[in-house]
C-alpha cells in the first residue's frame, strides 16, 4: 500500500518513536494492506476495514490486539489526511472492541523483600548484577527498553537518581534510595575489579556487552519464580509493583505518573483499582458484619 514507509520514516524522524513501536506499526500496517489487496489508500472504504476487524477476530485475535491494530491504521489515515494523500479517512466512526479490563499483577511486598534480602542470587559479577537489575525495578519503575539503555553518565551518585530516556525521547528524573545507591556503588566497583570492558550502558554481560531483552526478561522470570506463583513474571509486572507498592503506602497518584513517566493520569489510575481491592479485603476480613 502506498505511503506506508513514508509514514514509518515519519514516526522514526519526526516523532521519534522508539524502533519497537515503529515496528509494530510496520506489521500492523503491513496486515491490512495485504488483506485488502490495495495499492491506492484512497480506494479503501469504511467496509473493507471493518471486514478486516471481523477476519481478525474470526482468527482469534484478541479485542486488545486487534484494537491496538486499529489504533495504527487510524494514525496512519490521520497521516494521509494531514498530507493531502486521501480526501477522508475511512477509520473515523469504526469504534474500538470491547474489552475484559484486568488489573496489572503485582508481587507481594513481603515475597519482594524476600528476594532482596535472602540469599537468592549468585556470588559473583553476574548475580550482583541480576539483583541490581531486579532492584533498579523495583526501585523505579523504569521500563525494560530504559533499564537497557540506561548508561553510566545517567547515574548521579551525588544527587543519589538516574536520569531517564522514556517514550518519544522524554527525560525524567528517578531518585534513588540511599540503599539502593550503596548497592549501586558496589556493582559498578565490582564490575571494574571483574575486569568487565566498559560498555558505557549500566547493565552488561561478562564481557561488557549490552543486554538485550531476552536477558532481562530470562533473569527476572527465573528470580520472580523463586518467590511467586503469580501467572506473569516479567520486567513490566516489576514496575507493576513498584506503583502499586508506592500507591499502597501513601504515595500522591500525579507523583507516580510522573515516575512512570505516563503522559496522561489515565494510565496511571489502574493502579488505584489494586488498592481497593486491598481495601475490599480488609474490609471484608474485619469488619464484624461483612
Not at 551518585?157 to 539502593?180: H, M, S
Request: charged residues 25%; hydrophobic residues 35%.
Amino acid at each position: 500500500m502506498l505511503y506506508i514507509d513514508e509514514y514509518l520514516n515519519y514516526l522514526k524522524f519526526e516523532k521519534r518513536y522508539s524502533s519497537h513501536t515503529v515496528l509494530s506499526y510496520n506489521n500492523d500496517l503491513q496486515q491490512f494492506s495485504l488483506f485488502i489487496d490495495c495499492e491506492n489508500p484512497e480506494n479503501i472504504k469504511q467496509q473493507d476495514v471493518r471486514q478486516w476487524i471481523i477476519s481478525l477476530y474470526d482468527a482469534g485475535i484478541s479485542p486488545r490486539s486487534i484494537n491496538r491494530k486499529l489504533t495504527a491504521l487510524k494514525a496512519f489515515f490521520k497521516f494521509l489526511l494531514k498530507n493531502g494523500k486521501v480526501a477522508k479517512n475511512p477509520v473515523i466512526g469504526i469504534k474500538a472492541l470491547k474489552t475484559k479490563k484486568s488489573l496489572p499483577q503485582f508481587v507481594e511486598e513481603s515475597k519482594i523483600g524476600s528476594l532482596l534480602e535472602d540469599n537468592y542470587f549468585e556470588v559473583g559479577f553476574e548475580g550482583y548484577r541480576n539483583k541490581i537489575i531486579i532492584e533498579m525495578f523495583y526501585y523505579t519503575g523504569i521500563r525494560l527498553s530504559e533499564l537497557i539503555n540506561l548508561k553510566t553518565s545517567d547515574v548521579d551518585f551525588f544527587k543519589q537518581c538516574i536520569k531517564v530516556l522514556g517514550k518519544r525521547n522524554k527525560e525524567r528524573i528517578i531518585p534513588l534510595t540511599p540503599k539502593f545507591v550503596s548497592h549501586l556503588n558496589e556493582y559498578f566497583k565490582m564490575k571494574s575489579e571483574s575486569g568487565v570492558a566498559d560498555s558505557g550502558f549500566v547493565f552488561c554481560s561478562s564481557k561488557g556487552k549490552q543486554l538485550n531483552p531476552r536477558t532481562i526478561y530470562q533473569v527476572v522470570n527465573t528470580y520472580l519464580k523463586m518467590v511467586t506463583s503469580i501467572e506473569k513474571k516479567s520486567p513490566h509486572v516489576l514496575r507493576h509493583t513498584f506503583a502499586t507498592h508506592m500507591l499502597n503506602n501513601g504515595a500522591d497518584l500525579n507523583a507516580i505518573k510522573e515516575l512512570l513517566g505516563h503522559s496522561s493520569l489515565a494510565a496511571t489510575e489502574v493502579y488505584t483499582h489494586n488498592t481497593f481491592e486491598k481495601l475490599t479485603n480488609i474490609y471484608k476480613q474485619a469488619h464484624p458484619r461483612a
